[in-house]
């Protein structure tokens, strides 16, 4: 299963809503979804830099209906850093990869893609457990998976009983170990942690003004 997959599974509630980061939902699909092109060859995210460059190096398409279904706009990106793709309004493989899983009969198209076949989440779920209890090492799919709910600030809320006894602070340092150096993720946490800031301040400045 693609990494993509797995997030859009990991983000959509299993009575067919998509609440779940709903705000940044669609910045963590395209993380994912820039790792499984990297994996698959298509895309070479350059080796050095903070925000590296990703460029599309291998043409046509992956017969991978999520991936594939980005490739148009990301051809037109190439060249750009890793947050910036990230951050495009262009790139947005949630439809595709929804579908895709539909296909799979692990989904229901519906207004938030109802869960009919429960087993992959699962299976996900009971690997990301023993890679946070130190049972199993962690596939680049794994770690980045992880790094993604983490970025997306809510690794503690939909991780539930996988995080084992960890407490927030405890998993946050757990998963900033594993996924530490994964290029799509420090992208992500580019994109994100600003905009989470700045609604933190807004949040706090309202909370003053209402007081006063």
């Known amino acids: 299963m693609l990494i993509v997959e797995e997030m859009f599974l990991?983000?959509?509630?299993?009575?067919?809503?998509?609440?779940?980061?709903?705000r940044y939902r669609r910045y963590g699909l395209v993380a994912a979804a820039l790792t499984d092109l990297a994996e698959a060859g298509v895309l070479k995210i350059a080796a050095e830099g903070k925000d590296p460059k990703a460029t599309v190096v291998r043409a046509g398409m992956t017969g991978q209906a999520p991936l594939d279904a980005i490739l148009p706009a990301l051809d037109g990106l190439s060249g750009r850093t890793l947050s910036q793709l990230v951050s495009s309004s262009k790139l947005n493989p949630e439809k595709a990869t929804g579908q895709a899983l539909a296909r799979q009969g692990i989904v229901r198209e519906d207004s938030g893609y109802l869960t009919v076949n429960p087993a992959p989440e699962i299976a996900l779920r009971e690997r990301l457990g023993q890679v946070l209890s130190g049972h199993r090492d962690p596939s680049l799919a794994e770690a980045t998976g992880l790094g993604i709910l983490k970025a997306l600030n809510v690794a503690h809320g939909l991780l539930g009983p996988a995080r084992g006894d960890l407490d927030r602070r405890g998993l946050s340092r757990r998963i900033e170990s594993l996924a530490q150096g994964v290029p799509a993720v420090e992208a992500l946490k580019k994109v994100v942690d600003p905009i989470t800031a700045s609604t933190m301040t807004m949040a706090t400045a309202a909370g003053s003004a209402d007081a006063s």
Do not use: M, S
């Open 10 to 22: 990991l983000l959509t509630q299993d009575n067919g809503t998509t609440d779940r980061a709903r």
